[in-house]
Nanobody
């Protein structure tokens, strides 16, 4: 089982990034998938989760309509489109799937003024 994130980087405040998570070794269409993030010195927190079949999505309160989670079951890939990024969004972003429970290695997102 493997989840591989990509798309992180350095962006200025107000900018956008699109994260991708490519899955292998799991039946992706039978898994709920999510994005978490962890900033230095803080606990890991839920960014967004999307259910099997894209029936429902849930976002962390801090998202405030700026991010969109999506999944492509044909290509075993999940996405997180992030807009109006702010310095407080700086963190390592992790892809998560279950079942079975698995995590990606993370991708760094840094937002500067």
């Amino acid at each position: 089982v493997q989840l591989v994130e990509s798309g992180g980087g350095l962006v200025q405040a107000g900018g956008s990034l699109r994260l991708s998570c490519a899955a292998s070794g799991i039946t992706f269409s039978d898994a709920a998938v999510a994005w978490y993030r962890q900033a230095p010195g803080k606990q890991r927190e839920l960014v967004a989760i999307i259910s099997i079949g894209s029936i429902s999505t849930t976002y962390g309160d801090f998202v405030k309509g700026r991010f969109t989670i999506a999944r492509d079951d044909t290509n075993n890939t999940m996405y997180l489109q992030m807009t109006n990024l702010q310095p407080e969004d700086t963190a390592v972003y992790y892809c998560y799937a279950f079942p079975p429970v698995c995590w990606g290695q993370g991708t760094q997102v840094t937002v500067s003024w």
